[in-house]
């Protein structure tokens, strides 16, 4: 990942979600970006009006981001792109795929 992708990958975190895996078999590191709609609202029911009391900074972190936002493109040096479907876990989609390469010396 060269270094502006880098910084950018790494900042903001707790809103994008963005992180890395490293392989301890193989070296390997491996960017993991996870996409997603907004939270829905939560909170809890207002007895007196009946209606939905967000908690403050109910949305302050995000903890994902929109298709068009990822950095993870063949445009900014990254190679075998998958997108997962809802549901499956980025930890055994790596397990997956880092089991397709030899053990680092």
Do not use: C, Q
């Not at 994902?64 to 549901?87: H, K, M, P, Q, W």
């Amino acid at each position: 990942m060269n270094p502006d992708i880098s910084k950018k990958f790494y900042s903001n975190t707790d809103d994008t979600g963005r992180f890395t895996i490293t392989s301890l078999r193989t070296g390997k590191t491996y960017a993991i970006e996870p996409m997603g709609k907004n939270k829905t609202d939560w909170g809890s029911i207002d007895p007196a009006t009946g209606k939905l009391m967000n908690k403050k900074g109910h949305d302050k972190y995000r903890g994902a981001i929109d298709a068009e936002d990822s950095l993870i493109t063949e445009e900014n040096g990254f190679v075998n792109i998958s997108i997962l479907d809802i549901g499956v876990s980025p930890f055994h989609a790596v397990e997956v795929l880092d089991a397709k390469y030899p053990d680092k010396l």
